[in-house]
T-cell receptor
């Protein structure tokens, strides 16, 4: 049973370019969460999605950032017109349910974004 | 604002000793807490969790203690091994408006000396 998969693992973008980060949840999981981690910091919640729905995007910057989790295919975190401050590790997690006994979130290996 | 934080950013122990990593939280309504281990270049790995109706939970070599009175969480690792060297994060589950999300502390870096 494959775990949460993220790609690419490393991504380098110049300022002003777009970054697309992909996350495939664990098999059978329909809840996806994105987190951002700066060096020497903890993970900060960005967005929580279910299939075709954004449940909570309270941690997403108001501009340039968007996320989707289509009916088919992986979840995508998209960052438009990247700036140096976007450089960070972005982690995706998935869970079987959104709450309750099966709520445990499983994390992927992360995508390390570097903006030059 | 409400947050989860840690008292010590680094901890160095000798192999075979017991380790204790502490965490303070401020949201008294949180009902679920988790400890994660993160090795360099990897994603967080679930270690152990505890719900607010418990004050202690044990796993293999690890114990989590929850003191709701002072809003304190701790992770105890018995007979610490070099493979335990990593950054440890506590996280609390925050439920708001039909959504549930994890709020992480900054982490404690554990170094195990052989």
């Amino acid at each position: 049973n494959a775990g949460v998969m993220q790609n690419p693992r490393h991504l380098v973008r110049r300022r002003g370019q777009e970054a697309r980060l992909r996350c495939s949840p664990m098999k059978g999981h329909s809840h996806v969460y994105w987190y951002r981690q700066l060096p020497e910091e903890g993970l900060k919640f960005m967005v929580y999605l279910q299939k075709e729905n954004i449940i909570d995007e309270s941690g997403m910057p108001k501009e340039r950032f968007s996320a989707e989790f289509p009916k088919e295919g992986p979840s995508i975190l998209r960052i438009q017109q990247v700036v140096r401050g976007d450089s960070a590790a972005y982690f995706c997690a998935s869970s079987l349910t959104g709450q309750g006994a099966s709520y445990e979130q499983y994390f992927g290996p992360g995508t390390r974004l570097t903006v030059t | 604002g409400e947050s989860v934080g840690l008292h010590l950013p680094t901890l160095s122990v000798q192999e075979g000793d017991n380790s204790i990593i502490n965490c303070a939280y401020s949201n008294s309504a949180s009902d679920y807490f988790i400890w994660y281990k993160q090795e360099s270049g990897k994603g967080p790995q679930f270690i152990i969790d505890i719900r607010s109706n418990m004050d202690k939970r044990q796993g293999q070599r690890v114990t989590v203690l929850l003191n709701k009175t002072v809003k304190h969480l701790s992770l105890q690792i018995a007979a610490t091994q070099p493979g335990d060297s990593a950054v440890y994060f506590c996280a609390e589950n925050m439920a708001q408006g039909g959504s549930e999300k994890l709020v992480f502390g900054k982490g404690t870096k554990l170094t195990v000396n052989p």
